[in-house]
């Protein structure tokens, strides 16, 4: 091999690349690469992380107007049941007070009977205490009696037994005379009153 010849490898050796060189040039390309996609990378990560953000939003007010229409309902019913829980002790003792008023009612004809003046009939001061007691017992229960006589005929309080020529035109239409007296309990109404009305 000549001088000529070996110059020319020595020449060649230079020129071409190393395996650092190669490395070098390699990391660079994956580098130019990264950048060059970089971005579009980003974009698409931060359109993903707004989707998601968006999604879990949703879920979330839709969990609070659950929640919130679960606690209403739960608060209405509460108000409910104690409601009707008062109603019910108010008028627990319906039924008991219903059977007694026969007994009021008898109390009251006796009563009647003993102050007309062309009735020997007398209603005695035991009689008069017992029917006192009684009475103020079934008030404190919340027992009232209703005002019919005089007062305009209503078919949501009254019961009409009979109609008959009223004494004079205002009273057309009046309660004239009450049959059986009605009664409230706790201002519901517990007996209607019969009645008899003018026409």
């Given at each position: 091999m000549d001088s000529w010849d070996m110059e020319e490898k020595d020449?060649?050796?230079?020129?071409?690349?190393?395996?650092?060189?190669?490395?070098?040039?390699?990391?660079?390309?994956?580098a130019v690469k990264d950048q060059g996609s970089g971005?579009?990378?980003?974009?698409?990560?931060?359109?993903?992380?707004?989707?998601?953000?968006?999604?879990?939003?949703?879920e979330h007010q839709e969990l609070k107007d659950k929640?919130?229409?679960l606690y209403a309902e739960f608060d209405n019913f509460k108000k409910r049941t104690i409601k009707e829980k008062l109603d019910l002790m108010k008028t627990a003792s319906s039924d008991t007070i219903q059977a007694l008023l026969p007994v009021l009612?008898?109390?009251?004809?006796?009563?009647?009977?003993?102050d007309d003046e062309n009735t020997e009939e007398s209603f005695s001061e035991g009689v008069s205490l017992v029917y006192q007691k009684l009475y103020a017992a079934l008030q404190a229960k919340g027992?009232?009696?209703?005002?019919?006589?005089?007062?305009?005929?209503d078919p949501e309080l009254h019961e009409a037994?009979?109609?008959?020529?009223?004494?004079?035109?205002?009273m057309k239409g009046k309660i004239i005379d009450t049959i059986e007296r009605g009664y409230f309990l706790n201002d519901k109404i517990i007996r209607h009153a019969k009645v008899v009305v003018g026409k």
């Open positions: 020449l060649q050796a230079q020129t071409e690349n190393t395996p650092e060189d190669q490395m070098n040039s390699e990391e660079l390309e994956s971005p579009e990378d980003s974009t698409e990560t931060g359109n993903q992380t707004e989707e998601e953000m968006k999604k879990l939003k949703k929640y919130l229409r009612d008898d109390f009251d004809r006796a009563k009647k009977n003993a027992l009232k009696p209703m005002e019919t006589n005089d007062q305009p005929f037994v009979t109609e008959i020529p009223a004494p004079h035109d205002d």
